[in-house]
């Protein structure tokens, strides 16, 4: 037998046994792994296509949306689950959908952080046994080894209810001995597991929340919500909600099945009961209650955590789902993260080149999923487009692909980001600890990987991920005005409920349904499938970096990217060129 031993770092208690599933990339859990099933769909990862299902699986850490807790936690619940999950580093999206399974449900699953030197031990392993002690062994055998310990069952957490080193206020104190009610209780509980794991002395208050977890990821998703809601729980400050997973207004109209359609609305409707606004919007700095530079918030979803920090200037972590609506029930977060100056800091810069011509809208998605890869968990300062002077639709839509290939709650971009003035002030004054140059076939090759279908005609055209602003509807109704709709291609777009009424007082709303665009309001392009995904189509164009990332693994179709002005001439066409832009060719005048 050729094995080793590691020493783990127990997220959550357990032990476990079984053939490790390992890969050196993060993965993410929303868009990555199917919940009903346990496959990972993600076409971009080398797991792509594997069942993590009773599997030891071994990740550097997460990646992307907040909502990978709960698929984590509709997987353990429903049994597709790993039988135990490795990292490299602690993921609080990761590590929490474990915690609350086991704190509201009863259901453990082991979870362990090796560090780089013990993850990289891992590779070319074949079987792990972990055990409650936190010894994990190691074999590259093929088979399981009899003589090893067995691993011991799980059993329930014993960490104590305040975990040492946290200081608590009265007011905290008084809410974890129950007297605010079982649901605010429980809340706090899961509150202080992830402040232990953030290394938070304490917890502060926070002036807003915007929930993630309103999303329908199946049953555990509702019972989780509902708990909550059933034990009393009501929000303590202003809350806003995410995009849901349907049209709350339109979903039967628009086909949806009733066996999705209603689970989906009244996990909204719970979400509602505890006091929070039926916002129903992934770009919350979109509404007129969007945050100030400084204010101590607690926003969950990818793109609007990182555009909340980087481009307004708020206070947030990369808060998971569920942690969310704990933490708006209390009004407290742990003291840690990017709620702090010193956390906020740039550690990567990375210089962007000089392109071939002026680009399109299309170059900030892309510049934004190229940077996430290459930023992993670092926070990073863009050089170069100090005279470029992106919009704040550009910045939304950087800022979204960022987040999808990042697990960095921020990003900064010298002279556009308020606190990048220099490099060195995003920086703190101090050296890189990584610095890299783009290099235009990097952007090639990102843009291949977007832009990755390659059939020419395209059935549908889907835009809004994150939902259209208003000045993007404004753009779009101009591309569109006079012209006509090829029959053979639908285009829809998603937006907030409060977008959608401006669109409408200024006309842009008539001129897009004339042409035939579907509006849907509520939900957004990664809760989306058939039948607003028309299930004869094949091929998809989208704008949007995030959603040409996501949609292989989501729908199954061939996906086409480009600019907006590229998505309205293929909506009148039916056809893509799927060729490089012009500011991505060689320059003719460079040998």
């Known amino acids: 037998m050729t094995s080793h031993t590691i020493t783990a770092f127990h997220l959550t208690g357990g032990s476990a046994q079984g053939r490790l599933l390992y890969s050196d990339t993060p993965l993410s859990f929303w868009g990555g792994v199917h919940p009903a099933t346990g496959e990972v769909i993600d076409r971009h990862h080398p797991l792509s296509g594997h069942i993590i299902a009773g599997q030891v699986l071994a990740i550097p850490s997460g990646r992307g949306s907040c909502t990978g807790s709960s698929v984590l936690m509709e997987i353990i619940l429903n049994g597709h689950g790993p039988a135990a999950l490795?990292?490299?580093?602690?993921?609080?999206?990761?590590?929490?959908?474990?915690?609350?399974?086991?704190?509201?449900?009863?259901?453990?699953?082991?979870?362990?952080?090796?560090?780089?030197?013990?993850?990289?031990?891992?590779?070319?392993?074949?079987?792990?046994?972990?055990?409650?002690?936190?010894?994990?062994?190691?074999s590259r055998d093929t088979a399981p080894i009899s003589a090893w310990p067995s691993a011991a069952p799980a059993t329930p957490s014993t960490s104590p209810a305040v975990p040492p080193g946290i200081h608590l206020s009265r007011a905290d104190q008084a809410i974890l001995d129950g007297a605010e009610g079982k649901a605010r209780q429980v809340a706090l509980q899961i509150v202080l597991r992830m402040a232990r794991l953030q290394g938070a002395p304490e917890l502060i208050?926070?002036?807003?929340?915007?929930?993630?977890?309103?999303?329908?990821?199946?049953?555990?998703?509702?019972?989780?919500?509902?708990?909550?809601?059933?034990?009393?729980?009501?929000?303590?400050?202003?809350?806003?909600?995410?995009a849901i997973s349907v049209d709350q207004r339109r979903w039967r109209a628009l086909g949806i099945d009733p066996a999705f359609g209603e689970p989906a609305s009244a996990l909204a409707d719970a979400y509602v009961e505890m006091g929070a606004q039926p916002s129903f919007t992934c770009?919350?700095?979109?509404?007129?209650s969007a945050p100030s530079a400084g204010e101590q918030i607690v926003w969950a979803e990818s793109n609007a955590v990182v555009y909340a920090n980087s481009v307004l200037g708020a206070h947030t972590a990369k808060y998971a789902d569920f942690l969310d609506i704990c933490i708006a029930l209390i009004g407290r977060a742990p003291k840690a993260g990017c709620h702090l100056v010193e956390n906020r800091r740039a550690t990567l810069q990375v210089h962007v080149p000089q392109l071939p011509a002026a680009p399109d809208d299309a170059f900030y998605p892309l510049l934004g999923y190229l940077v996430g890869l290459l930023a992993?968990?670092?926070i990073p300062v863009i050089c170069g487009l100090e005279s470029a002077r992106p919009n704040l639709d550009d910045l939304k839509a950087f800022g979204a692909a960022f987040a999808t290939t990042s697990a960095a709650p921020m990003f900064h971009i010298v002279n556009v980001?308020?606190?990048?003035?220099?490099?060195?002030?995003?920086?703190?004054?101090?050296?890189?600890?990584?610095?890299?140059?783009i290099t235009l076939e990097e952007l090639r090759k990102a843009w291949r990987e977007l832009d990755s279908a390659t059939a020419h005609q395209v059935d549908l055209v889907a835009l809004g991920n994150p939902h259209f602003s208003e000045t993007e509807c404004g753009a779009l109704a101009k591309l569109l005005q006079g012209r006509q709709r090829h029959p053979g291609t639908a285009i829809v777009l998603t937006l907030g409920r409060a977008v959608s009424a401006r669109a409408e007082r200024n006309g842009d709303l008539e001129v897009l349904t004339a042409f035939g665009v579907n509006v849907i309001t509520d939900t957004c392009w990664c809760m989306l499938e058939e039948p607003v995904v028309?299930?004869?189509?094949?091929?998809?164009?989208?704008?949007?970096?995030?959603?040409?990332?996501?949609?292989?693994?989501?729908?199954?179709?061939?996906?086409?990217?480009?600019?907006?002005?590229?998505?309205?001439?293929?909506?009148?066409?039916?056809?893509?060129?799927?060729?490089?832009?012009?500011?991505?060719?060689?320059?003719?005048?460079?040998?």
């Open 86 to 138: 490795l990292l490299e580093q602690p993921d609080e999206i990761l590590v929490l959908g474990a915690i609350v399974a086991e704190l509201v449900f009863g259901r453990q699953l082991p979870v362990v952080s090796l560090g780089a030197e013990g993850f990289g031990q891992l590779r070319g392993a074949q079987w792990v046994s972990l055990q409650a002690n936190g010894q994990l062994t190691v």
């Open 205 to 242: 208050d926070v002036v807003q929340a915007h929930i993630d977890g309103c999303i329908y990821t199946g049953s555990a998703s509702l019972r989780f919500a509902c708990q909550l809601r059933d034990w009393g729980g009501k929000v303590k400050i202003p809350t806003t909600l995410n």
């Open 283 to 288: 770009a919350p700095y979109l509404l007129d």
């Open 376 to 378: 992993g968990v670092r």
């Open 417 to 437: 980001t308020p606190e990048a003035a220099t490099a060195q002030a995003a920086m703190a004054g101090l050296p890189p600890e990584v610095e890299h140059h």
């Open 534 to 591: 028309p299930p004869a189509a094949r091929v998809i164009m989208t704008n949007s970096g995030k959603y040409a990332h996501y949609a292989p693994g989501l729908t199954g179709r061939q996906v086409h990217f480009g600019a907006l002005s590229d998505c309205a001439e293929t909506a009148c066409t039916g056809q893509a060129s799927g060729l490089l832009p012009a500011w991505l060719e060689a320059d003719p005048l460079k040998p």
